[in-house]
C-alpha cells in the first residue's frame, strides 16, 4: 500500500522547511553582531600600536553564564600581510590580545585580566558592573601589534582585525555546549585597511 501525501500538504512542508532555514541563517548572521567603530595603527617609540572600538551587547545567555561563575575570553586578532607582486603575499605580523572577564560571587564584583605578548604577565582591574567591565573590551587601549623594526618604512601593509568571543579557551566539555549554542556566537566580521609604515 502506497501512502500519498495531497498537493497541499507538500507545499505546507516545504514552506515550513524554508521558513527553517531563514530562521537559521538569520541566527547565524545574528551571530556577528560585534561592529568595529575603530581601527587603525599609529606609530610610536615603543612599536606600532592598534587603536580599536567595538559596539555590542551580551545576550541574557551570556550575562547568565557569567553571574553564575563562567569565564568569557574576548579576543582580538590582527595580522599585517606585505603585499609580493613576485611571490605569495608576506604575513609579516600575527598577534592577538584577550580580555578574560569572570565574576566573584562572594565578593559580587567582576574581574578582568588582559593578555597580550607585549606585556610580561597580565594587567587586572576589578568593576563593580559587568558594564565597566566590559569597557575593557568595547574601549582597549593602545596595544602593541608590531615592535619597532618589525615594519619596513615606506611599505604598505594590509591590517586585518576581528575581535570574538573566544571558544577555544573555554574547558573542553563546555566547548562543545558553546559551539551548538547561538547565544555563545559573537564575532564581528574581519575588517580590512591598509598602512603605511613610518
Known amino acids: 500500500m502506497t501512502l ?3 498537493h497541499f500538504a507538500l507545499y505546507w512542508l516545504l514552506a515550513a522547511l524554508l521558513f527553517g532555514l531563514g530562521l537559521s541563517q538569520q541566527s547565524v548572521h545574528a551571530a556577528d553582531n560585534v561592529e568595529i567603530t575603530k581601527a587603525q595603527i599609529e606609530s610610536g ?3 606600532y600600536k592598534l587603536a580599536s572600538g567595538f559596539n555590542f551587547e551580551l545576550n541574557r545567555g551570556l550575562e547568565d553564564a557569567i553571574t553564575r561563575g563562567f569565564t568569557l575570553y574576548f579576543t582580538t586578532d590582527v595580522e599585517l600581510t606585505r603585499r609580493r607582486w613576485y611571490w ?7 598577534t592577538t590580545q584577550t580580555v578574560r572577564i569572570s565574576y566573584n560571587l562572594l565578593t559580587r564584583q567582576y574581574h578582568a585580566a588582559i593578555y597580550h605578548p607585549s606585556s610580561n604577565g597580565r594587567l587586572q ?3 563593580a558592573s559587568l558594564d565597566d567591565a566590559l569597557s575593557l573590551v568595547r574601549r ?7 615592535e619597532k623594526g618589525a615594519l ?3 611599505e604598505t601593509y ?3 582585525v576581528r575581535m570574538r568571543l573566544d571558544l577555544d579557551q573555554l574547558s573542553k566539555p563546555f566547548q562543545i555546549h558553546a559551539l551548538n549554542n547561538s547565544d555563545w556566537r559573537l564575532s564581528s566580521d574581519w575588517k ?6 613610518e
Not at 192 to 197: C, I, K
Request: aromatic fraction near 20%; avoid cysteine; proline fraction near 9%.
Open 45 to 47: 617609540e615603543d612599536g
Open 192 to 197: 580590512y585597511f591598509t598602512y603605511r609604515a
Open 125 to 127: 582591574q576589578t568593576f
Open 4 to 6: 500519498r501525501f495531497p
Open 88 to 94: 605569495f603575499d608576506e604575513k609579516t605580523q600575527n
Open 140 to 146: 582597549p587601549s593602545r596595544w602593541i601589534v608590531a
Open 158 to 160: 594590509l591590517v586585518s
Open 152 to 154: 619596513k618604512p615606506g
